[in-house]
């Protein structure tokens, strides 16, 4: 039987400041917001760690979310996890997550339209909710000014 790649060195270990790691795997989350909140982001892609965890082999998983999601709660000394409501799995894995384990887990919901206000006054409350959530995992609140450091750093166009 081969052997299944141990997932915990494909992050830093925590005594390099990998207790402030913070996963996820979707683009909707905004790496520059967590940094910004002084915590470490990880964009985490499976790679066929454990096969077991909170998310079951069952119908109606794929197998991206039960990977995903499973080796991400076997790594140690994680800061959160964030998943996000654009998957129907993904979002059924949180209450996983919840339920079977002590890994700090966080729901974005993502607007599945963004044509009006409303999405994005929906989406700007969920990053500030996100950011009560990274501040309770030990973050920091940003600064205005840091914040757009880190945006135009990233890219973001200006205004």
């Known amino acids: 039987m081969p052997t299944i790649p141990d997932p915990r060195p494909l992050v830093a ?9 913070i996963l996820f795997s979707s683009p909707f989350v905004p790496a520059e917001w967590i940094a910004t909140h002084d915590l470490a982001p990880v964009r985490f892609t ?3 760690g454990p096969t077991s965890g909170p998310v079951a082999d069952r119908e109606g998983v794929c197998p ?5 999601v499973n080796e991400a709660c076997a790594v140690p000394d994680l800061a959160g996890l964030v998943l996000v409501t654009t998957c129907d799995p993904m979002r059924r ?14 729901l974005l919901d993502v607007p599945a339209t963004w044509r009006t206000p409303g999405p994005h006054a929906l989406y700007r409350a969920e990053l500030e909710r996100l950011g009560g959530f990274l501040l ?14 880190r945006l135009l750093a990233a890219g973001a166009p200006p205004g």
């Open 93 to 106: 894995a949180f209450d996983e997550v919840k339920r079977q384990t002590e890994v700090p887990v966080f």
């Open 136 to 149: 309770a995992r030990g973050g920091r609140s940003p600064g205005r000014d840091e914040l757009a450091r």
């Open 46 to 48: 499976p790679r066929g």
């Open 64 to 68: 991206f979310t039960r990977a995903f």
């Open 13 to 21: 270990p925590a005594a390099e400041g990998g207790a402030r790691r």
